[in-house]
């Protein structure tokens, strides 16, 4: 019995999919590679989630009147329109109109969905069903394309751990897998100690500046405070000039709350020659602005 729904499930998803190609076709919709892949290889959902796209009308074909009073003139819909574009995922997900959410999930599965996981993980509990079905499968899809470049890597290292580029470009990936909302408990520990392991093993003279804070940044997160402001102070030590540097420092003695550290470090920051950038020293000064007084 189980052979005979497989066979009627692959054949529902074989039906859905050449479906999806007719009327793309038909409404003349270009679909793009990982749209076609999504659609073929995940079965009846992601036939589904093409077809939907297939026959849905493109943005300017849709009709706006209940946006508009009746006696609006048509020239003002322009602005609706451009109004209703720019609404930022993270609001779209929190308002209460379901068809805005699914639009604007549709056009982030068309895009990269990787630069987007943080909100991913977030639509996944929307109370909307069918925006969290898209959010979850896209999430999947992604964490699977994550974990097979990772085993690349790996391969890669194992033939040749002298490739220092390949990993820096693997650190780079556990860092965002890490922080992506993707992990959790003891997967997450995992993942983090491989990639403090990872680090630990390049040459000084490939680390820079950027890797120095994503070390220090893991080792909090690993609450490993003390290692973490031994390579704070090692950092600013190297390169006491670039603002990275002081503010890493000041991240470690601030989750520690360590305030004398912060004033000393305060202190010498003002006898110092930094490369400050607006943001940075905006940050910086948020939490000096008051420890003189605590």
Not at 144 to 158: D, H, K, N
């Amino acid at each position: 019995m189980s052979e005979v729904w497989m066979a009627a499930i692959l054949a529902l998803h074989g039906a859905l999919f050449l479906a999806v190609l007719l009327f793309a076709s038909l409404r003349g919709r270009r679909l793009t590679a990982p749209q076609v892949w999504f659609s073929a290889c995940i079965p009846v959902f992601g036939a589904v989630v093409g077809l939907l796209y297939a026959i849905a009308r493109e943005p300017g074909e849709e009709k706006r009147s209940h946006l508009l009073r009746a006696d609006k003139r048509e020239a003002m819909a322009a602005p609706e329109m451009e109004a209703e574009k720019s609404i930022p995922l993270e609001e779209a997900l929190l308002m209460n109109t379901p068809d805005v959410r699914r639009k604007l999930m549709m056009n982030l599965l068309r895009s990269d969905p990787r630069k987007h996981l943080d909100l991913l993980v977030f639509a996944r509990y929307n109370e909307d069903t069918e925006t969290a079905h898209y959010a979850t499968a896209t999430l999947t899809e992604a964490q699977r394309q994550i974990q097979m470049e990772m085993q690349q890597m790996q391969a890669a290292l194992a033939n040749d751990p002298e490739d220092n580029a390949t990993r820096v470009e693997y650190i780079r990936l556990m860092d965002a897998y890490a922080r992506s909302g993707l992990l959790e408990g003891h997967l997450l520990d995992r993942q983090r100690i491989e990639l403090k392991l990872s680090l630990e093993s390049l040459p000084q003279e490939v680390i820079s500046p950027d890797l120095a804070s994503l070390e220090i940044r893991n080792l909090l997160d690993l609450q490993q405070a003390a290692e973490a402001r031994a390579h704070a102070g090692k950092m600013l030590a190297r390169w006491p000039q670039d603002e990275r540097s002081w503010l890493e420092s000041l991240r470690v003695f601030v989750e520690t709350h360590d305030k004398n550290a912060m004033r000393e470090l305060k202190d010498r920051a003002e006898e110092s020659i930094v490369d400050w950038t607006a943001p940075g020293l905006e940050q910086a000064q948020y939490f000096w602005g008051d420890i003189h007084e605590a």
